[in-house]
């Protein structure tokens, strides 16, 4: 079983949809979570980290549910801009110096 | 500020050669990493570093071999390049590796292949 596993789509959506995705991570011991974005064949760039009572940041919000170990993001009034690739990221302490474990994403087109 | 760079961002070997691949980073970050990324596979760690002077092995380090002789660089060698290892490398610094001060900020990518 993967560390981190999402579905990876790819969700095809028309302009103005709400669209949501879902992530689950294996280790209970994970201790932050973070959504990054990443463009076509460009480099992931943090979107928004995950706080345990849940923050949205404009057409954006995150949530976490630490007892079924998941974590998910809901997009509003989706943009063209925003078709991209969207990676679950999860802060598994390892020895001395945590590390991030990414999924391997979930594709989103937004459609005109 | 430029961020994180790297060089070269596309190269091709063949089988046997070696290279190195430069990440630069002017953000005074401690940490930096080595991932690479193949389809449906995600972001793999290959080499990472908690500071100057020191590195440290993570999920994939086998074939290659990292330095961190200066805090803003961090190299990626690979000796022997195999097929298997075709495929997109990032480079990321992060100021620290707590909590929520772990974004990470990541370099354009190279994309190789070994033919």
């Known amino acids: 079983r993967k560390e981190v596993e999402q579905d990876p789509g790819p969700f095809n959506v028309p302009e103005g949809a709400t669209v949501a995705f879902n992530c689950t991570y294996s280790n209970s011991a994970s201790q932050s979570f973070f959504w990054y974005r990443q463009d076509c064949r460009k480099e992931p760039k943090l979107l928004m980290s995950v706080y345990s009572s849940g923050n949205e940041d404009g057409r954006f919000t995150a949530q976490l549910n630490r007892a079924s170990q998941y974590i998910s993001l809901l997009i509003r009034d989706s943009k063209l801009s925003d078709s991209a690739t969207y990676l679950c990221v999860v802060n598994i302490n390892s020895g001395s110096a945590r590390q991030l474990t990414f999924g391997s994403g979930t594709q989103l087109t937004v459609l005109p | 500020n430029a961020g994180v760079t790297q060089t070269p961002k596309f190269r091709v070997l063949k089988t046997g050669q070696s290279m190195t691949l430069l990440c630069a980073q002017d953000m005074n970050h401690e940490y930096m990493y080595w991932y690479r990324q193949d389809p449906g596979m995600g972001l793999r760690l290959i080499h990472y570093?908690?500071?100057?002077?020191?590195?440290a092995k993570g999920e994939v380090p086998d074939g290659y071999n990292v330095s961190r002789l200066k805090k803003q660089n961090f190299l990626l060698g690979l000796e022997s390049a195999a097929p298997s290892q075709t495929s997109v490398y990032f480079c990321?610094?992060?100021?620290?590796?707590?909590?929520?001060?772990?974004?990470?900020?990541f370099g354009p990518g190279t994309r190789l292949t070994v033919l």
């Open positions: 570093s908690v500071g100057e002077g020191t590195t």
């Open positions: 990321a610094s992060s100021y620290g590796a707590g909590g929520h001060y772990n974004e990470q900020f």
